[in-house]
């Protein structure tokens, strides 16, 4: 390990004097992956200090508790060696953390879909209703949320939602939230009062850059339509609605959100890219079985992860088998409980792999 950090802090630094040269400055694509590299490397840097600190705090005081003859001062450097001992034992774990091979995609902004599953009315409220949970856990961390798309039944359910949430590490926090999450309740037309049981797909995308993904513009179909959404001033007169079609996977991108036709392509083309970059994310995993296949869950749709029980006032992640009560309050995105028990048993799964 201690090779490994030796290693990481002479690269760090020689990074650090890399991104001062104005031939890395004026090329945006060396600058960014730089400052990503430099991102990743920081921390293991301040806290290979530390430990190096620590260490020569030991050693200080096993040399004073060695050659000290009086007995304040035998006791004092006593107490600076148990310290400093906690104090490596510390930051020894945190290494090991910090050291985990990292998702690339983690400090990434990320794409959020929300579709109605199983059950009707019932999952197009419960898809409304986590909606809501996640534009507010959104708001309460800083971030940014819009919303990109949103489709809502007649009853002003939706029946299908994307937002963009923009802010700090969005997807190393948000990743673990894609699969089905199953909700078992009473519905308020239910005359017998059985237990109903319905879901909602949830899907969390990474936003590429070129410099992860590029689309070859050939393979790509546009078209525009005028606003039909009720309310828009001019909706006959101005074509504002893009509808994006990538020719070799089929997938099709409809933005119609703003009165800029220029506001919705650059959505729409954001969005696919989206797509198609989880896309090759899920290949990826499927054929090497990479960190992403480590990590909790694989993040398919059609991975059940989370039930919500009405009756029980529970919530349970079905990864990690734990379960929380106040669901009420759960769903007023109160949230970081389970977020944080999730990142906590990846890392502990990774790390018992990386030392296997």
Sequence with gaps: MLDKLAYIEKKYLELR????????????????QLSRDLSWMQEIYDLYQDYKKAHQQKHEAQEMIDTEQDSEMLEMAK???????????DLDKKIKVALLPKDPNDDKNIY??????AGWDE????????LKMYLGYATKKWWKPEIV?????????????????SGNNVYSIMKF??????VQRIPTTESQGRVHTSTVTVAIMPEAEDLDFQIDPKDVEMDVYAGSSSGWQNANKNQTWVRLRHIPSGLIVDIWDSKSQLHNKDKAWSVLKARLYQIELDKKTAETKSLRGDQIGSGDRSEKIRTYNYPQDRVTDHRIHQSWSNLPVFLTWEIDDMINALVLEN?????EESMK
């Excluded at 939230?177 to 199953?182: D, I, K, P």
């Design 17 to 32: 004097e890399q991104m001062m040269d104005p031939e890395i400055i004026s090329d945006n694509k060396k600058s960014i």
């Design 79 to 89: 107490e600076q060696l148990k310290e400093a001992e906690n104090f490596i034992e």
């Design 112 to 117: 959020l879909e929300i579709r109605p599953a």
């Design 123 to 130: 999952a197009g409220l419960f898809a409304t209703e986590l």
């Design 149 to 165: 798309e949103q489709q809502l039944s007649d009853i002003g359910w939706v029946k299908f939602a994307m937002v963009k949430i």
């Design 177 to 182: 939230e894609s699969g089905v999450h199953r």
């Design 347 to 351: 890392q502990t799964r990774l790390l």
